[in-house]
């Protein structure tokens, strides 16, 4: 049975960092893209990042560029998202996905087949 399970979110002030990570089981998730979105109170759900199974490329939503950064472990079966320069609204819930393949479409939750639980992340101001 196919899990992917996120862990490290949390409490931080403006300004700070986080590292959520995210561990896959039951499943050859080497040769998956994975993915991170996340969902504030009364929002949709919004693309976050994803990355390509070797890890070779990267998409980020125009709203953490420069500050979020991506990352993968295919030996942990593990994806990881390290977020600095935390700003309030950045809080959301943060989940993780994952799909077959590196096709089109890449940045729409529709696209991805196995999803996490989510991990709450709230930047206080």
């Known amino acids: 049975q196919v899990q992917l399970v996120e862990s490290g979110g949390g409490l931080v002030q403006a300004g700070g960092s986080l590292r959520l990570s995210c561990e896959a089981s039951g499943g050859r998730f080497s040769s998956y893209t994975r993915g991170w979105f996340r969902q504030a109170p009364g929002k949709e759900r919004e693309f976050v990042a994803t990355?390509?199974?070797?890890?070779?490329?990267?998409i980020y939503a125009d709203s953490v560029k420069g500050r979020f950064t991506i990352s993968r472990d295919n030996a942990k079966n593990t994806v990881y998202l390290q977020m600095n320069s935390l700003k309030p609204e950045d809080t959301a819930v943060y989940f993780c996905?994952?799909?077959?393949?590196?096709?089109?479409?890449?940045?729409?939750?529709?696209?991805?087949?196995?999803w996490g639980q989510g991990t709450q992340v709230t930047v206080s101001s």
């Open positions: 990355i390509s199974r070797s890890g070779g490329a990267t």
């Open positions: 996905a994952a799909k077959e393949g590196w096709s089109l479409p890449l940045v729409t939750q529709i696209a991805y087949n196995y």
